[in-house]
């Protein structure tokens, strides 16, 4: 049944509104610029994860029915108030240029995210359909340009979250797809409960199209006076009544009662029950669906524990030029491990299986100086149980390598992994004499780094431990490749030096935690100058380390091999979600289309 509102005074209608006040224009722009604010405050090292739900919501308030431009300008503003301070770590050592390049660089991705939720926001359900889209930008920014960058996935932020276990259910993709289908459903839900007040305080006459009869919709006490002051509502929403007397568009309303009771009570205008049932799934899915997964997050030892010890022998100080240190670097290292053998001779620690060194501990190449093999050797041999060392190989041609050893106490160096996602712009420098132009700091990295192409699983004392080294953790690849050719523990040995006491860390400390839960595997993360930290299976820290200081974790961890969801299925859930998107926008293109024709005839 359809509806039509006869209005009294038809006079009324084609009085001309005032034009809004010039202040209104600037609303969505701010809601999408504080969305963007509200999700970067989500994230670590605040424990303020709840507040993505509020983010998505602003941001499909902002979004919700605009045109495609201003979807894409909104989008871009958002992604400008995430981004930019999220990232504000990259300018650290560099100066403001390439943080300001980068973050208006990733926020196209965000941009391109709004122009496609602007575009499904018409359709039934659409915060499914939203929720999908901004999964298929961050697949799109997790691979391109130059291999991607994933830094900010909505799943980082949820490390402390009720939604983490969806991580073990379908990785990143599914727990970033439940925050923004919960965000836009809260929305939503909001929307359709004001649009459900507005109608029931409407007065007017519905006129049923099929029967030809109508009916009074309003208040009891409108259907005595045959008039209201009417509602302007967008799309199901509500906005301020407006009348004559202020120069703004007004509407009365009267009716004759049919079908009613003799008296000629009033009768509610009904809407549709579709979109809030769509709106009440929204929210409702994504919860109990983290709920249903805790089954899944599980740290039991089902192949025993491990003690594993992680060393942070920290750097002679902070910034770009510690690489200028690179043997005190290495020194502050070797001089852990050996008060760690002295320690453990003393009974004051446990006797690790094994030991993990950060990336960059060994910045000298051991294969081409002797004295730099002598000592690690020693401590090795002091502490008598396999370590991994991470250094830098430099080749007489070629790229250098960024390399983690496996130092045996009694053979040496038995296996290597060459990390396989070499970082653009910090270990490599593409487009270089371009970039020179801009600034002078790429010359820093005078050599390129080569990327490794062999998964990295070193078997430890009979424990076999999957290796991702630093910015690969950001990877979902990188760290699943490890597990499913057999690891039962992942180390994630990094250097975050360059960086200086940011909150850069502690967002990949978050990394590390979903990637815990995504996996069902203890997770360690050894640090040259912190924040080291051991994590269970459960995404809980259970030692962790401060900043800039040299010491050393030792902790008994158990080894899981089992495989989740997400593991076995890989980039499948992935997949699904961007066929939802895509579908999405199909069918809003396809409407747009059959729109026009129709206008047109």
């Not at 000629?264 to 109990?288: D, F, K, N, Q, Y």
């Not at 200081?549 to 969801?565: G, H, I, Q, Y």
Request: with cysteine; charged share 20%.
């Amino acid at each position: 049944m359809s509806a039509t509102i006869t209005p009294v005074d038809a006079s009324a209608a084609d009085t001309a509104p005032a034009p809004a006040p010039r202040w209104r224009r600037f609303v969505r722009p701010g809601a999408a610029l504080l969305s963007g604010l509200l999700l970067y405050l989500s994230f670590p090292p605040r424990p303020l994860w709840w507040l993505a739900l509020p983010a998505f919501a602003l941001l499909g308030w902002s979004l919700r029915g605009r045109r495609l431009r201003a979807g894409f300008g909104l989008g871009y503003l958002a992604g400008l108030g995430f981004l930019l301070p999220l990232l504000v770590w990259t300018g650290e050592e560099v100066g403001p240029g390439p943080w300001l390049a980068l973050a208006a660089v990733e926020a196209l991705f965000v941009a391109l995210a709004g122009l496609g939720i602007a575009a499904v926001s018409r359709l039934p359900w659409w915060p499914f359909f939203a929720a999908g889209v901004w999964i298929l930008a961050e697949a799109v920014r997790a691979r391109v340009p130059f291999g991607g960058f994933p830094w900010g996935k909505i799943a980082f932020g949820q490390a402390d979250g009720v939604f983490l276990p969806l991580a073990a259910v379908g990785g990143t993709p599914v727990l970033g797809f439940a925050v923004a289908l919960c965000g836009f459903g809260l929305y939503e839900a909001y929307r359709q409960i004001q649009a459900r007040r507005a109608a029931g305080t409407e007065t007017g006459t519905v006129r049923d199209e099929d029967t030809g009869t109508e009916a009074r919709t309003g208040t009891g006490a409108e259907a005595g006076t045959g008039t209201a002051a009417g509602t302007d509502t967008e799309a199901g929403g509500v906005g301020p009544a407006r009348t004559p007397a202020t120069g703004t568009a007004a509407r009365t309303r009267t009716a004759t009662a049919t079908g009613i009771e003799a008296a000629g009570a009033a009768r509610p205008r009904t809407l549709p029950r579709g979109p809030l049932v769509a709106a009440a799934l929204a929210v409702l899915v994504p919860v109990a669906g983290a709920l249903a997964a805790l089954p899944l997050v599980d740290d039991s030892a089902e192949d025993g524990t491990a003690t594993v010890a992680a060393v942070q022998g920290n750097v002679p100080r902070l910034g770009l030029d510690f690489n200028s240190q690179r043997r005190a670097v290495l020194d502050n290292h070797v001089a852990r491990t050996r008060e760690l053998a002295e320690d453990v001779k003393a009974g004051r620690a446990p006797q690790p299986d094994f030991v993990l060194w950060p990336e960059n501990s060994s910045d000298i190449d051991p294969y081409a100086n002797a004295d730099a093999a002598d000592v690690i050797d020693g401590a090795v041999r002091a502490i008598g149980v396999p370590t991994v060392i991470g250094a830098v190989i430099a080749p007489e041609t070629g790229k250098l390598r960024n390399t983690l050893i496996e130092w045996d106490p009694d053979r040496g160096p038995v296996a290597t992994y060459d990390k396989r996602h070499v970082q653009p712009f910090g270990e490599y420098i593409p487009m270089r004499s371009l970039v020179r132009v801009f600034n002078s700091n790429v010359d820093r990295v005078s050599r390129d780094f080569g990327a490794g192409t062999k998964v990295g699983v070193f078997d430890l004392a009979g424990t076999k431990v999957g290796l991702a080294t630093c910015y690969e953790a950001a990877f979902d690849w990188a760290v699943r490749d490890t597990v499913t050719h057999g690891a039962q523990l992942i180390s994630v040995p990094s250097n975050n030096a360059t960086f200086g006491r940011s909150e850069m860390t502690y967002q990949q400390l978050a990394m590390s935690r979903v990637r815990a839960v995504e996996h069902s595997r203890s997770v360690v993360v050894p640090v040259t100058s912190g924040v080291s930290a051991v994590i269970r299976p459960d995404g809980e820290i259970v030692a962790e380390t401060k900043m800039f200081t040299p010491d050393v974790l030792v902790e008994k961890v158990p080894l899981r091999s089992s495989l989740t969801p997400a593991t076995r299925m890989g980039t499948l859930p992935e997949a699904l979600l961007v066929a939802l998107a895509a579908a999405g926008l199909g069918w809003s293109a396809f409407r747009s289309v059959r729109a026009r024709r129709s206008a047109a005839e």
